[in-house]
């Protein structure tokens, strides 16, 4: 079975090109499954309802999310009318929506889709690694195939998580830094791991936001509005090919392919 997770799709112009290559990508490379982290998909912070719908119309079977998945308010009304829109598994007990999901892939495999999200360097939440045995646990039994989304900003917290699941999970795919890293391979487990399967929106940036806006932030300190660019636009992503029997991954591709006009 072959899973395409694609990385942080940035506001408009990420959601263009998944309305434009995702299609084609899911033909070329025969994808069962695609799952897609939103949390930056509607104006580069957050996800709203109308959003969601576009990029499930768009051949998106599963969204997983981070540390920006609360900024649009709305999104702690709906996010329980989408089984498949999931929220890290360690926030808090008790918030609204999900932290993992059982979905049926086109081929019709069954596929455990689980959300992490890291806490060095960024906002404390519960332990990722006792939730994802918690997630784990849930879903044994019931598929052999479980992909992880750990949304995080150190790599040595990306590696370690990779590490802790091998052999327990097929995948631990690395979201949130908006940089594609060139270290995927398979643990020796089976479970297949890269750090970060990069962004999916505007490369004429710096990390999705215009140039400009960024460079003044740094050189004078001065907050001030993020505006997403809209130039140069690339989808980005991971390719895993699972075995069906044993959960074990056989192979990891990134995949990278530019929007061209």
């Keep these: 079975m072959k899973i395409l997770l694609i990385g942080d799709i940035i506001g408009k112009p990420g959601r263009r090109v998944v309305k434009r290559l995702i299609p084609d990508a899911v033909y070329q490379y025969e994808i069962d499954l695609v799952i897609a982290n939103c949390e930056n998909a509607a104006g ?25 998945i609360w900024s649009k308010k709305e999104t702690i009304e709906f996010i ?7 929220r890290p598994a ?8 999900r932290g993992s ?7 019709g495999g ?26 784990i646990e849930k879903l044994k039994g019931k598929t052999s195939i479980i992909i992880v989304d750990i949304h995080a900003e150190a790599t040595s917290e990306k590696q370690a998580i990779g590490w802790f699941l091998d052999g327990r999970v097929s995948a631990v795919l690395g979201t949130h830094t908006h940089v594609q890293t060139a270290d995927e391979r398979i643990l020796p487990g089976g479970t297949a791991y890269i750090t970060d399967v990069g962004m999916t929106g505007p490369f004429d940036s710096i990390i999705g936001i215009k140039k ?13 509005k993020f505006d997403v660019a809209n130039r140069n636009v690339w989808l980005k992503g991971a390719i ?15 995949l990278s392919i530019k929007l061209e006009n």
């Design 240 to 254: 895993v090919d699972v075995d069906e029997d044993s959960g074990k991954s056989v192979s990891i591709e990134r």
């Design 90 to 97: 360690n926030y808090p007990e008790g918030l609204p929506g």
């Design 101 to 107: 999901v059982l979905v049926r892939s086109s081929s």
């Design 80 to 86: 329980e009318d989408y089984e498949t829109l999931l």
């Design 212 to 224: 400009d806006i960024i460079l003044e932030r740094f050189l004078t300190g001065v907050p001030n």
């Design 44 to 68: 580069g912070f957050g996800v709203t309802r109308e959003v969601v719908e576009e990029l499930y119309r768009n051949n998106i079977d599963v969204l997983t999310s981070g540390n920006h």
């Design 110 to 135: 069954l596929v455990g889709v689980i959300n992490l999200m890291g806490r060095v360097f960024m906002r404390p939440l519960d332990c990722p690694f006792k939730a994802a045995e918690r997630e």
